[in-house]
Structure formats: structure tokens, C-alpha cells
């Protein structure tokens, strides 16, 4: 059998897998579980995934990369399942997996849209995460390289291009001169007429320079969909996390992009129980997804990850970190159905994938026509919604 990738955790780790799955695409018997580290809950579920794969492929060889094969080696080398481990810095390069060199993949055979890594790494010290021990620290591919990346996708037929990485708006930090994430976008843009659609992973809303807003703000072919770096609602919470924005920060963000572009969706993530957060900080944090408007919420109970300070802080019971973390997810699920609920009735330009559902600019999920060709664009009108589906 051909060589699996099993992809868990966020945007980057999908672009990073495809990336993988390509360099073994002459391999076989190989099954490669590209793990997430940033919850608890994430090493667990990367543990399930291994031994998942080891009962459906007894025979393969299965080895380890991601986060957590940095930030739980020693657990993950002792499972009985797991052959080796590659290292997270190393999993992009062939010699790791002793094969050949060979040029990276560009789109996913399973995605209609392509995911480009343009950023790796973080320089921030939020005390609540442990990435930055399993990604070191923030680094850029240049404007040529994203170009090149770009051009690849697109003439392989791709029709929307997602970029990502661990703190993508740090984009161009490292490099000579200094440049803004705003900058790249828009050279992506401007040298790039026939892309159709660009969208962003997680942005740190503090960082949204003024020409990366101007293309949210009036671009049409950068989607009305913008998903913020939040993590909490109170300001006091977010002091101790060591975040670099405060409430109003995000608020007066939003109001301006609602202001002059008001179809726009907001995402955003939020922790739910962070130590020391008191039922005052809850309802905060609950208050600031109706304020924003959040349709496209990631909620993620907190759990301590080891050598990070918030884990030597006073904790919040677990119980009430689950209860709070499901008031979360309700209020967003809420906001979403009312959402949704105005999107009937009104045309959607979406991208069909192979399920026979595409997503809208505005990235809402809606059926396509039967028969729509996997990878086009097309215009429809949802008669109704069903089940968080427009049909």
C-alpha cells in the first residue's frame, strides 16, 4: 500500500502533510501521524490516531512528526505503535525521510484550495502555549518563494489560496527590510490576476497592518472572512496570557471592517477556564461573541501544557472549565444559526468540492448544484437551511 499521512491540528500542519505525502509518494507501507500540541486534549487525540493506524495498517512502518514528537518525544518514542520519530524542523526535508529530493507539492488531492506555509515558528511568549517549543522561533519564506508557491498551485488548477503559518502576521520579520504582511498579499494580488480567491488562517489581529486591512476592507478576491487570534474577552485575562491586544483592540478592529465592508465574517479563537478567570471574566468572554458577531468560533477548554507560566498559576476546576467552554460554544453556535439563517435567500459564489458542497466566500457551507465539476466557482441562491447546510 501507498504511503498515508494522517494530518492533525491546525492549517499549517494540512500544508505541511501534503507537503510530506508528496516526498513518499514513491514510498510504501509508511504511515506518517503529523501530530498537534496545543491542548491536552490535541495529545490525546494524537495519541488515539496512532494507535488507530497501527490496528488498520499492522505491517507499516508508522512514524511520528509534528508538535507533539517535539514537545512529548519521550511518550510518543515509548508507544509499543510508533517505529521513529522526525523531527518537526526536519519533516519538510527529504534527507529525514531518506528519500530523494524532489520538488514539494502544491495543491491536495483531497482540497480544492491550496494551503502555502508562508511563515513557521513564534517569537511571542503567550504563557499559555507550548508551540513555540515545537516550532521554534518565527521565520519567513521570501516574497519570491510565496510567489513561486503560488504559481505552482495555480497551474495545477487551484482556485483558492489559503495562506498560513504559526503566527502569520510576524510574516516578514526576520527578512531585509522589514516587510508587512499586507505587502505580500498584495504582491500575491497584483502578480497574480487569474487567482480567484485569497483567504488568511488565524490572523493576530494587532498586527493587521493598514494595507493588509485595505485589502480585507475592499479587495474582491480577498474573501469577506477574516478569523482573529483572540483568546479571551476580559482585559485583565488577557494581560496574563501576555497578550499584545486589548478588548477594545478587537472591537474597534471589527467595527472598522463591518464599517466598510459589511458582509464580512469574524472568526475567532477563545480560551475557555484560563487560570484565575472568575465567572466575571466568563461572561466577558461570552459577551465579546455577540459583540463581534462571531460565526466561526474555535473554543478550546484550557488545559496546562508543561513549562509554559500559566501552568504554575492558580487553576480553574474542571468541571467548571467544561461548563464554561460548552457556554462558549452554544452562544457561537447562536450567533452562526442566525448567521446562517440570513444567508437564505441570498446568492452565494462558492467553491465545489468533492462531497458536493463548496464553501461561500464568507466561508458558509452550502450545497452545490448536482453535478457541479469538483474545483469550479459557481453562483447559487439557498432556499433553506438544514442541519448548518444551506441548500
Known sequence: ??????????????????????????????????????TSAAV?????????????????RLLVTGCAAEIE????????????????????????????????????????????AVQNGCDHACTFCVIPQGRGDSRSLTVAQVLHEVE???????????????????WGHDLAALP??????????????????LRMSSLDG??????????????????????LSLQHGHDLILKRMKRRHSRADAVELVSRLKEARPEIAIGGDLIAGFPTETHVHHTANLSIIEELEIVHGHIFPYSPRPGTPAARM???????????AADLRACVARMRQRWLEQQVGKPQ?????????????????????AGTPTGSIVTVTPSQLDKGLLI
Open 314 to 324: 492558580p487553576q480553574v476546576d474542571g468541571r467548571a472549565i467544561r461548563a464554561r
Open 180 to 197: 508587512k504582511l499586507g505587502e505580500l498579499v498584495r504582491q500575491v494580488l497584483d502578480t497574480f490576476p487569474q487567482l480567484a480567491r
Open 1 to 38: 500500500m501507498k504511503a498515508e499521512v494522517i494530518s492533525l491540528g491546525c492549517r499549517l500542519n494540512i500544508a505541511e502533510s501534503e507537503q510530506i505525502r508528496t516526498l513518499l509518494a514513491n514510498e510504501s507501507d509508511v504511515v506518517v501521524v503529523n501530530s498537534c500540541a496545543v
Open 152 to 170: 505552482r498551485h495555480l497551474d495545477l488548477g487551484a482556485k483558492e489560496v489559503v495562506l498560513t503559518g504559526v503566527d502569520v502576521t510576524s
Open 44 to 60: 490525546r487525540q494524537t495519541r488515539q490516531a496512532i494507535r488507530q493506524a497501527r490496528r488498520a495498517r499492522p505491517d507499516a
Open 206 to 227: 494587532i498586527e493587521v497592518d493598514g494595507d493588509l486591512f485595505e485589502l480585507f476592507a475592499h479587495h474582491p478576491r480577498v474573501m469577506p472572512h477574516i478569523h
Open 349 to 369: 459564489v462558492i467553491l465545489a468540492e468533492a462531497d458536493g458542497c463548496g464553501y461561500s466566500e464568507s466561508y458558509a457551507r452550502v450545497a452545490a448544484p
Open 73 to 116: 518525544r519521550e511518550a510518543l518514542a515509548a508507544m509499543p505503535e510508533v517505529d521513529g520519530l522526525i523531527a518537526n524542523t526536519a519533516k519538510l526535508d527529504p534527507r529525514a525521510w531518506n528519500v530523494p529530493a524532489q520538488p514539494l507539492p502544491v495543491r491536495s488531492e483531497k482540497h480544492t484550495r491550496a494551503f502555502i
